[in-house]
């Protein structure tokens, strides 16, 4: 019942800004955190960033300094914005949602599809 959607992947040069978004949708529902997670080529999935509903935030030593989570508890939506692109950076981006689905009392981990983000000049 639950669906995160991804956007605003892309292509962007070394050294550029890209935004991404995730909306979580479906029935109601209550959300403790959301976060940021990415996967480059022949590599496991790694953590980027989190912030909790109350917005304390947590962020990966790689990326520290250069991205900044942002959420819209009114809109379940979560942002990414990624600054001083650089190469390492190219991965598909998840999003996570981790929260308790309507009717239930057993928080679980949701998962959007992924959005891909290219840095190259």
């Known amino acids: 019942q639950v669906q995160l959607v991804e956007s605003g992947g892309g292509l962007v040069q070394p050294g550029g800004s890209l935004r991404l978004s995730c909306a979580a949708s479906g029935s109601i529902f209550n959300i403790y955190a959301m976060g940021w997670y990415r996967q480059a080529p022949e590599k496991q999935r790694e953590f980027i960033a989190l912030?909790?509903?109350?917005?304390?935030?947590n962020y990966a030593d790689s990326v520290k300094g250069r991205f900044t989570i942002s959420r819209d508890n009114l809109k379940n939506t979560v942002y990414l914005q990624m600054n001083s692109l650089k190469p390492e950076d190219t991965a598909v981006y998840y999003c996570?949602?981790?929260?308790?689905?309507?009717?239930?009392?057993?928080?679980?981990?949701?998962w959007g599809q992924g959005t891909q983000v290219t840095v190259s000049s």
């Open positions: 912030i909790t509903s109350g917005g304390s935030t």
């Open positions: 996570n949602a981790f929260g308790v689905v309507a009717g239930t009392d057993t928080p679980h981990h949701y």
